[in-house]
């Protein structure tokens, strides 16, 4: 709470952290703790022996019926709640819903938003300010994390709580098979990287006489993200912290060896040559196929069940490894990861304030959903000894888990992910250790609104633009300032840079 306290203080918000921290009856919500805490100088809620409904909506599907929704009536007896969840299967109608309900002064009593509707929310009046209630959410808060508090602040107030982060997925995946074929090593360096792409455009693989393999595949340039990595550059356009500074890849000195490094890898015919044209999943069809050798693809798309049997249907002697990321003179990272993105956000209506003993019950559920020993795992994995049992502490699902597939619908606080998924996915337990545990560039993109006058969409168009020029020698890299110039003007992005740098000082990064 310290941290969070400092944040807030730089917002000038001490005042209310100080009266709200001071908490006057010394009652604090630890896991449910049905402790009556209501807002300081705020009427206190008499309690009721009847269940409060609380209303919560949100995207998702498969939801099932109450009657035979065991994590909603595991919530309700717990909590002395009848809980009504919505779902919308599409992030538009959803979207829409919200407006509507918002505009017209019927609130949920928790919803989810996106940092753009949080914005304009909390302008508008209609989000509660939880500042002076963080106190209330300590279990909430101790879940997920300082850096998911500051997620959910616009102007230095907290007007949502931000799900608990998540882990990076995507490696390096390369044909161990093609490497003992043509006598190669796992590349441990980016030299090494191209060296052996190369080789399995040229060499034939896999000994079918015809030229019809490529070295590297991916998803447009983020295919090269360890590339980036290994000259300590994020991705173009990442703001990270580099020597005690706050910087954007774009104007990182590294930026500039990268891409020529990925020049000369795109000209030695080693990229698969439709790199920048692959959408949705068309690289992993690719590596599936025995088309590419090297792919940067998440775990889940390479090792769940129906994918391994693909690749085996096509050549039963393939056999893929993760790879380390590639060294090179800036470093070893496997890309960049966003600390500053939200898996999701869920605000309370600033109308809720006038019936404290709903407020109190919303906070009660946050908090026992956040408690490792109250209701985290309920949500996690369903009912103790039925659809999971604990061995050694470690959750193992049952032939019943699958009853509670739709138990992410209640995780409004997120989940510890790294423990989640290597229960869930215990088959890929050594996939998903090794794709989290690869070092990555942190960014803070995530904390960055847009400033008015900027326009993101046009930004982004012309440096994707603009970098394939480059890394395809349309256009030489000694235009590369000229570039950057042309962006900051005709694209308005000076006023983003300077905008972004502010944002971050204000949250403690960069000197």
Not at 216 to 227: D, E, M, Q, R, W
């Amino acid at each position: 709470m310290r941290k969070i306290l400092s944040i807030l203080l730089t917002a000038s918000m001490l005042g209310a952290m100080l009266t709200a921290c001071s908490g006057g009856d010394g009652n604090k919500i630890v896991g449910g703790d049905p402790s009556n805490t209501a807002k300081p100088n705020a009427e206190t809620a008499q309690p009721s022996s009847k269940p409060v409904k609380i209303e919560i909506i949100e995207t998702g599907n498969n939801l099932p019926s109450p009657d035979k929704d065991v994590i909603k009536q595991e919530l309700d007896k717990a909590l002395n709640i009848d809980l009504n969840l919505t779902v919308y299967p599409s992030g538009d109608d959803y979207s829409n819903q919200l407006s509507v309900r918002m505009a017209s002064g019927n609130f949920p009593d928790l919803f989810m938003v996106d940092r753009q509707q949080l914005i304009e929310f909390s302008k508008q009046g209609l989000l509660l300010d939880l500042t002076s209630y963080m106190d209330k959410l300590e279990q909430t808060v101790a879940f997920i994390g300082e850096d998911s508090v500051k997620k959910g602040m616009v102007d230095g107030k907290v007007y949502a709580i931000s799900k608990s982060p998540q882990i990076p997925y995507n490696t390096y995946w390369i044909r161990k098979d093609w490497l003992e074929k043509l006598q190669l090593q796992v590349p441990k360096t980016v030299e090494e990287l191209s060296t052996v792409a190369e080789a399995f455009t040229k060499n034939d693989p896999d000994g079918n006489g015809k030229p019809d393999t490529i070295g590297l595949t991916g998803g447009k340039i983020g295919a090269f993200s360890p590339v980036f990595g290994a000259f300590g550059a994020g991705m173009p356009g990442n703001f990270y912290e580099k020597d005690g500074a706050v910087v954007n890849g774009l104007y990182d000195p590294a930026m500039k060896e990268a891409l020529e490094f990925i020049k000369n890898m795109i000209a030695s015919g080693s990229v698969d040559p439709e790199l920048l044209a692959n959408s949705g999943l068309q690289h992993q069809e690719k590596a599936i196929k025995g088309q590419a050798g090297i792919v940067y693809l998440d775990w889940p798309n390479m090792t769940k069940e129906q994918f391994v049997e693909q690749i085996k249907t096509v050549n039963p002697n393939a056999e893929w490894l993760q790879m380390t990321a590639p060294t090179g003179k800036g470093g070893q990272y496997d890309g960049s990861w966003d600390i500053g993105a939200a898996p999701g956000r869920f605000a309370i209506p600033k109308a809720l304030e006038k019936d404290p003993e709903k407020l109190q019950r919303v906070f009660d559920l946050l908090n026992y959903i956040s408690n490792p020993d109250g209701g985290s795992l309920l949500v996690q994995f369903g009912i103790q000894d039925t659809h999971f049992t604990l061995d050694n502490g470690k959750p193992k699902m049952t032939d019943k888990a699958g009853d509670v597939g739709y138990s992410w619908l209640y995780q409004f606080t997120g989940r510890p992910e790294m423990e989640y998924l290597q229960a869930k996915f215990s088959a890929q337990s050594e996939a998903i250790a090794f794709a989290s545990e690869q070092p990555r560039i942190e960014i803070l993109n995530g904390f960055i609104d847009n400033p008015q006058g900027f326009n993101p969409a046009d930004a982004d168009r012309y440096i994707e633009e603009e970098l394939a020029k480059f890394i395809y020698n349309k256009r030489p890299l000694s235009q590369y300032d000229d570039f950057i110039k042309t962006l900051e003007t005709s694209m308005n992005y000076k006023t983003f840079m300077d905008s972004a740098l502010e944002q971050l000082k204000a949250l403690g990064y960069g000197k």
